[in-house]
């Protein structure tokens, strides 16, 4: 990568994704782009309001050493504020997690072969603990009394060889419920097309999740206009007071009546769609945020091209 002498690095850091220990393996990497003169912006993707532990001196080491940083909420700009100090809130950029520009797939439930007139409730991403998909599991009998045709759709995996203990609980709960026979159940890495196509079918998306510093699995539903059911966490309730797309939830009764309302309240469903695809097209688009990524670029590498016919080659 050095080699290639990049004018700007933009390394997207999420726990996991570099290796063993937490990741650490990122730091020399940035340490080594620093050092041949090649500029870094980082996006942080996971800072929590109360930081653990385990993750503290990873960021202070990527905070320290990259040039810019990026972070999805305004509460991670404060918690790195009180956690490293004000020279690293001062180099620290706010850009929303970008969604696509997309339509639903209008035949989606029938391509899934989904009863006719199921409400789809669904569960995605990966299986880990924090997700606590097993809350939705437990409580979707009494759901499915409120709404006898919905469905309840669950679609992910787990991350190599992460959280087994966790997937083998939550399957076992699926395969136990007394609402089975209206649940499916959709295992493995899952291809954009089928990504697109669950998101489709789906009349509401929940999200219990116990902790969240922001969420992709959001983006992409405010992408297809699908209300959202979640945890009151700090990050999901900044981005919910934005885009008004879904219900916040403090207890396992308050998911029961949110779920059932979205399926049962047509014309709050269709309220909190458009919300979503309205914040969408004016705030978060990816080519809104690409725009605001380059305006960042600028302020650090001064490459005047604008003018230039640059040609690309194969």
């Not at 730091?27 to 980082?42: E, K």
């Amino acid at each position: 990568m050095v080699r290639l002498t990049p004018d700007v690095v933009h390394i997207q850091h999420e726990f996991g994704l570099f290796g063993k220990h937490a990741g650490v393996s990122v730091v020399p990497l940035i340490i080594q782009f620093r050092q041949v003169g090649v500029p870094v912006v980082t996006t942080l993707h996971t800072v929590y309001r109360d930081i653990p532990d385990d993750q503290r001196e990873i960021l202070l080491a990527i905070t320290n050493h990259s040039d810019r940083l990026i972070v999805h909420e305004p509460y991670q700009l404060e918690s790195l504020k009180r956690h490293f100090g004000d020279g690293v809130a001062e180099k620290t950029s706010v850009i929303p997690h970008g969604a696509r520009l997309v339509e639903p797939v209008p035949s989606a439930k029938r391509q899934l072969e989904l009863p006719t007139g199921a409400k789809v409730v669904l569960l995605i991403g990966y299986f880990r603990p924090s997700k606590n998909f097993e809350l939705i599991v437990d409580i979707f009998p009494e759901i499915l009394k409120r709404c006898p045709n919905a469905i309840l759709l669950v679609a992910g995996k787990v991350r190599g060889k992460e959280h087994l203990d966790y997937r083998h609980m939550l399957l076992r709960r699926l395969a136990e419920s007394p609402a089975r026979d209206q649940i499916r159940l959709i295992r493995g890495q899952l291809p954009q097309e089928t990504f697109d196509l669950l998101l489709s079918a789906a009349d509401v998306v929940a999200l219990p999740y116990k902790m969240t510093s922001q969420s992709g699995i959001l983006a992409h539903c405010l992408a297809f206009g699908k209300p959202v059911v979640t945890s009151a966490t700090p990050a999901m309730e900044q981005i919910l007071s934005r885009c008004e797309a879904g219900l916040l939830c403090s207890d396992t009764s308050d998911y029961v009546g949110a779920i059932v309302r979205v399926l049962q309240d047509e014309s709050l469903a269709r309220r909190l769609s458009d919300n979503a695809r309205q914040y969408v097209r004016n705030e978060i688009s990816w080519p809104r945020i690409a725009e605001r990524t380059l305006q960042l670029y600028h302020s650090i590498v001064d490459v005047p091209l604008e003018k230039i016919r640059v040609l690309q080659l194969d």
